[in-house]
């Protein structure tokens, strides 16, 4: 590879803020957060709102299960029929 081509990749954790899941894993991503890993070592941390553990196509949950449609919401705003 070429250098000052590619971006940087290392270490980093993921961190799903609703759950508290944390992984390891390889990025371009960087981070003035860090955090110390199982391992002893210290790697930039990166928070995510969604990961694996909450998306409800890897957990079979919904989290907004059914709010309706666009109409039955403005009319359900506005008091109409």
């Known amino acids: 590879m070429k250098k000052n081509q590619h ?3 290392k270490k980093v ?3 799903d803020t609703n759950s508290g899941f944390s992984f390891l894993t390889g990025s371009t991503k960087s981070s003035q ?15 995510v709102e969604v990961s694996s553990d909450t998306h409800p196509f890897y957990t079979g949950k919904q989290k ?15 008091n109409r029929k």
């Open 7 to 9: 971006p940087d990749y």
């Open 13 to 15: 954790v993921f961190l």
């Open 33 to 47: 957060e860090t955090i110390e890993w199982k391992d002893g070592n210290t790697y930039p941390l990166l928070k």
């Open 64 to 78: 907004f299960a059914d709010k309706g449609g666009r109409v039955e919401r403005f009319n359900k705003k506005y």
